[in-house]
């Protein structure tokens, strides 16, 4: 019998279910898909990132960061980058520039913005994969602009990395948003509490216990001693 009547005749007896994921699937069919495969669920050490209010202080409400003298690392965060590093996690800073869709910032100054960013933390060992970043306006209702998923399921698909298994952090509500619809780890800072937004629902107090969160799930999956 062929193949729609099989599925048919699973459907009929209510034996055929669906499941969709934001993640790639591959099959071990053959040689060449089984390293595929391995290559996917092999452990990558990549981190997605926030930019502002997150890896520098934020501008005022209504105000954006157009200029390198206005970038202020926050060194809390800085540290908890750098000790990752040595655990050789590099990072990929996922950002709204909603500045540039309105018009108030160029796109070559928020990229000259990045560079500099990308630089600084370079000079601390550092690594950014790259920077993503959403340049459009609210009311264009784009596919790419968080809370939607859509910069972090590109971002996974291109590095090859499993949703489930990465950690997205950032200091706003819609950073979460973004990181559940995409299926990710959500890591919020505010207000002097830190937020794991997984199945545990565990708070934390400051960078540092994420960095004992992020090495612990290292420690469980790859044996790592610490």
């Not at 290559?39 to 390198?68: M, N, P, Q």
């Amino acid at each position: 019998r062929s193949l729609p009547q099989s599925l048919e005749e699973y459907s009929d007896s209510n034996e055929l279910a669906i499941n969709l994921v934001n993640r790639g699937y591959y099959s071990i069919s053959d040689e060449k898909r089984l390293e595929l495969a391995e290559e996917y669920l092999r452990r990558k050490r990549i981190i997605f990132i926030d930019r502002d209010g997150t890896i520098h202080e934020k501008a005022a409400k209504g105000e954006y960061i157009s200029r390198v003298e206005d970038v202020k690392l926050l060194d809390e965060t800085v540290d908890a980058m750098k000790i990752l590093s040595t655990y050789g996690y590099s990072f990929v800073i996922i950002t709204n520039q909603a500045g540039i869709g309105r018009r108030i910032l160029k796109e070559e100054d928020v990229a000259k913005v990045n560079r500099y960013i990308v630089n600084l933390l370079g000079q601390r060992d550092i690594e950014i994969e790259e920077v993503v970043v959403c340049p459009h306006h609210w009311e264009e209702n784009c596919i790419c602009r968080k809370p939607k998923p859509y910069m972090l399921i590109e971002t996974a698909r291109k590095y090859n990395l499993e949703t489930n298994k990465t950690y997205y952090i950032g200091d706003d509500i819609r950073d979460m948003q973004a990181a559940k619809s995409a299926g990710c780890i959500g890591i919020r800072i505010y207000d002097d509490r830190i937020t794991i937004a997984n199945e545990t629902g565990a708070e934390v107090k400051n960078m540092k216990q994420i960095v004992n969160i992020v090495i612990d799930s290292l420690s469980l999956t790859e044996g790592i001693i610490k």
